[in-house]
Structures are given as C-alpha cells and as structure tokens.
C-alpha cells in the first residue's frame, strides 16, 4: 500500500471516531454521512502536500479529517440551501432527518472541524489562521452562486469566482495546510509551500469544472445525485457558458426552456457545443499546475500528478463519450 | 462614562465595522441584524472580566465583539430551526431574506467571529480553544432541546442541560475569555480566572431563567418577540416544571391544552404557581455567583454585582407585578 493510501486510511478512521464520539443526538446523522462518504480528495491532497519520501506526520492525519469533516459540514448546509433530496446516492440529512436536525448538524460539524484544527493550531498558526480566515470566502461563493442564479449573462470571471469559493478554496485550505506542515518539518521551503497553496486553487477550480460537465455527461446512478438538472435549477455552469459564447441564440433558447420548463433538447445542444470548450479550460488550469510542478520535490509532484489524472481519466472519459453519442 | 460603558460603545463601534465591511451579499442582512441588536449582555461580561481599575485592554474589544457576532450567528440559525418570524421585535433573517440566505449568513457570521477570535489566538490560546471547543456543546443544547420538545416529563437536571448549551455555555466562554486576558496581563491568577468562568455559567443559567419567565410575564412589544408561546411551541421552560411538580394534575391539562391548542388558561395557571419558585432556583444561582464575587478583585466584583441586579430588578418586578395580578 502506498504511503497516501495508507494515511488515508488512517484518515477514514479517525472521522470514524470523531464522528462515533457523537452525542446520542448526532449519531445517527452522522452514521448517514458516514455511508455517504466522498472519495476524500481534500484529504489526499493535504496528505500528498504534507508527505514526505518515508512518512506522513499524524498532525497531517488530523488536519486531513478536520478538512473532510469541515466539507462534511458544507455539504449539510448546502443540502438545506438548495433542498437537494439526494446527496452522494443517498437521501440528504435534511430530507432524512428535517431542516432542524440539518442546520444544526452542519454547526456540529463545524464546530467539530475547527476542533480539530485548534488541536494542531500550534505550531501550524499559518494553517489554523488560513482555515478559519476561509471559511468567509466560502459563504460569499454560496451567496453569488444564489444571486446569480438563473443569471445566463454571468461573465466567465465571475463564474471563476463563484466556484472558487464554493470548491477551492477549500481544495487550497488543504494543500496549504499539507504544505505548512511539511514546512515546519523542513521538507518545503516558504516559496514551496505558498506555489502548492496556488496548486490547490487551480486543482479546486479543475475538481468543478469537471463536476459540471458530469451534469451533462453522467446519468444519476453513476454520479450519485441527479444530473441534468443544473439549468433547470438556475445554476449557470462552465459548459452552458461556453456554449452560448459559441452560439449567440443559444441564450433565448435556454430563457425558452426555462419558460416551457422542457430542458431536454436544451442539455444535448449545451453537451455538443459546450463540453469541448470546457474541457480546454480544465486542460489549461492542469498546464498551470505542472508548472508549479516542476518546483516542487519529486515524489511529492508525482502523487499530485497522479490526482490529477484520475480526476481528468474519469472525466474526460465520460465527456468524449457523450461529446460522441 | 464608565470604563464598561465606554468599552461598549467601542464594541458597538467594532461590530459595526466588522459587518459594514461584509460583501455586498451580506450588507443588506447585516444591516438588519445591525438594527435588532440587543442589550450585549455577553460582551459586558467579558469587558468586566477583562477590566481593571483604569483600563480594558483592545483585545477584550476584539474578543468581545466576536463573541456578540458569534451570538448573532445563533439567532439567525436559530430563527431558521424554530421557523420564528420575529427576532427583536423586527423580522428574522429567514422570514425576511429567505431560508438559504439566513444558513448562509449565519454560516459567514460563524466565520467572521472565529476569524476575530484568530486575531488574538495569540497569546489567549486557552480562550480560543475554550471559544473552538464549546461550539458542539451549543448545538447540543439545541438538539436536545428538540429531542424534548412537549416532553413534560422532562426532569429538572435534564432542563439545566438544555439551558447550559443554549445560553450558559456562550456565558462561559465570555467570562472566561475576558478573565484569561486579566491574567495574561496580571491581573488575576489561575484561580480566580477558573472561577470567574463558572460564574459565567451561573450568570447564564440566571438570564435563561429570567428568560423563560419573560414568556409568561411580558406582553409581545415589551419582549420584542412573541410570549406566551413557549407551552405552544413544545417548550418546556422552567415555571412549567415547576408549577408541573407543585400540582400533578396540571400535567394533564397542559396535555388538554395541547390537543384543543387553547392555551389561555393553562398559561395563568403556570404562571401562579410557577414563577415564584423559577426566581427562587435563580436566586438561588445568584447567590452561587455572589460566593465567587468574594474571590476576585473588589471593583470586578462591583461591575459583576451591577449586571446580576439589573437583570433581576427587571424581570423581578415584571414577574412580580404579574403574580399579584
């Protein structure tokens, strides 16, 4: 086993017993989540940030699970914001358990989370500070994406700036704080670590483009949650921009889906027009991520490299496959 | 002015600031929340713990308007768990901005507080894993005040449960965070910072108490929120528990109420015999904090003293004008 998948592991069950040393009023919920479990990618890349050629330091097993936990908790809060019924394949907390149960268990969560991180906040101030300094920035991406929704002229700068508060920023949180770790035991230098809290920023930005063309190029099963779905709830991803920048009357024809609530003809056009073009853009931000690459140590570049194929094998798979339907 | 007053009025002035600079998503809800603000009772426990005889240290500002953001970031999370439309006496943030924008606001409130905190981690490291640590005792409070919502047979040391996370705890973490920066700058020693953080507790168990009277003695303006409501709303508050254990039939006619939803009578009926023997527990706690008031520093326990009488004198005299009623 290598040294990432093993700490992941040990990731894995230390959020089991934080989530198991639940008060009786929590367990349950948590026990949900628990079968909802993600693929940990936060959590990888913390890990892969704080890993050196021999060891990974278990403060980095903590800060790992205070991230995933943290995520745990957004995605709670997100489920009551958009009253998704369904999250990663299984009912959400809030229609299993109610909006009550829900609120409050996204501040358990939280409050669990930043628990961990105070744990660890000596000697790593820079982490704990970047952590708790974040956690603004990803509110502010919710807020734009609600008053944007719907919002067909959304500028491509501000589409960046809504995802990197609703997904990088805390894809950089992690990195950072791997690299703030691996810095404090000499295995990075401060240039080092601050170009692999950049890499997290492009990987996050990556990690949601690719999320929104699964929209488009994933059945529910496969994807866990329901697809095709992100025009008709007013979400203005990267493919539909990209599309209607190719096709000027595209625009009219979504406002007329919207009107007709009829989405289907509008999802194929968006697939062929938009997915290629998206998938430029994610090529990009993986280019500008090599190149920060190339600065950092070998073994450390090759487990991130590595992330990011099996994010774009994954994706790109199913895109050139429905691109080709 | 006192040194309190005046540091209040540097709170206000901090909190402002702090919410003002809040992105253009969350002014118009800050504003709001700007509007309803209540009497800062947490913050003037923390400054009078953080006081000595000439001065109340910056950082005590710091920590107070972050535990005061903290408590608005409750109340908007709070209004969206109990469906409440009134806060203050103006709209809740959910009956006025919506469901989704009152999680997230409460969320960025969350992050603001914690990121004030971090600014003075160093050196109160004991307050800020004190503030990180209590956060899932507060959502206790509140998940178990759900799990017992309409349940009469709700024993006394359960309710203290319920009331030590939903407002003691916050107490705490204001007493004790004022009491660790006295400390750092010599002004108390290990003990006295210890016991002026139970008195926190006590003072909050005392205002919950009082609280829970208002609901029977207070009409909605004077309140600023709906009263009488506590018995309808499944609450059960301490003169129920105690007129409940004064006369065993009355458990049934609260249950009668309950299905006719005609409470008029029974709340009469709780409120003779119940709000003399609640303001007898709260003297009771009362006179726990006056025992500590001995171990601390003379003017500290004179600002203590001060705050402990006003919030008696108020809800005495509206308790007592309405048992001779």
């Keep these: 086993m290598t040294l990432i998948a093993d700490a992941i592991k040990q990731v894995d069950k ?3 017993q934080a989530l198991g040393r639940s008060p009786k009023q929590i367990a349950p919920l ?5 079968d909802s479990r993600g693929q940990g990618v936060r959590a990888k890349l913390l890990l892969t940030a704080a890993s050196n050629n021999e060891q990974i330091h278990d403060h980095a097993i903590k800060a790992a699970s205070a991230i995933e936990i943290f995520h745990l908790a957004t995605l709670v809060h997100d489920d009551v914001i958009d009253d998704s019924p369904i999250r990663r394949g299984l009912p959400s907390v809030q229609s299993k358990f109610g909006k009550k149960h829900a609120v409050i268990c996204g501040d358990y969560l939280f409050g669990l989370s930043l628990s961990m991180v105070a744990d660890i906040y000596q000697p790593y101030t820079e982490f704990g500070e970047k952590f708790v300094k974040n956690i603004r920035l990803i509110c502010l991406g919710e807020l734009q994406q609600l008053s944007n929704a719907n919002n ?3 500028p491509f700068f501000d589409y960046l700036r809504i995802i990197n508060g609703k997904t990088a920023v805390l894809f950089h949180v992690a990195t950072f704080g791997g690299a703030i770790i691996s810095k404090y035991h000499g295995n990075l230098n401060e240039r080092q670590a601050k170009q692999i809290g950049r890499l997290g920023t492009y990987f996050g930005i990556i990690f949601q483009i690719l999320d929104d063309c699964k929209d488009y190029t994933l059945d529910t099963k496969t994807a866990k949650k329901p ?5 008709a709830n007013g979400v203005v991803n990267l493919p539909l921009i990209m599309a209607m920048s190719k ?3 595209l625009g009219d024809k979504v406002r ?6 009829e989405y289907g ?3 194929k056009e968006v697939s062929l027009l938009g997915l290629t073009p998206t998938m430029d853009i994610a090529y ?3 280019a500008k991520c090599r190149v920060i690459l190339q600065e950092i140590p070998h073994l450390m570049a090759k487990e991130f490299e590595q992330l990011l194929n099996t994010q774009f094998s994954l994706a790109s798979k199913n895109t050139e496959q429905h691109v080709t339907k």
Tied chains: 1, 2.
């Excluded at 697809?227 to 025009?231: G, L, S, V």
């Design 265 to 267: 003809d509008i999802v």
């Design 152 to 154: 067909l002229d959304l």
């Design 14 to 16: 230390s959020i089991e």
């Design 227 to 231: 697809t095709n779905t992100d025009i």
């Design 284 to 286: 990009r931000y993986a």
């Design 247 to 249: 096709d000027m009357r």
């Design 30 to 34: 948590a026990g949900h989540l628990l």
């Design 256 to 261: 007329a889906a919207m009107a007709t609530r």
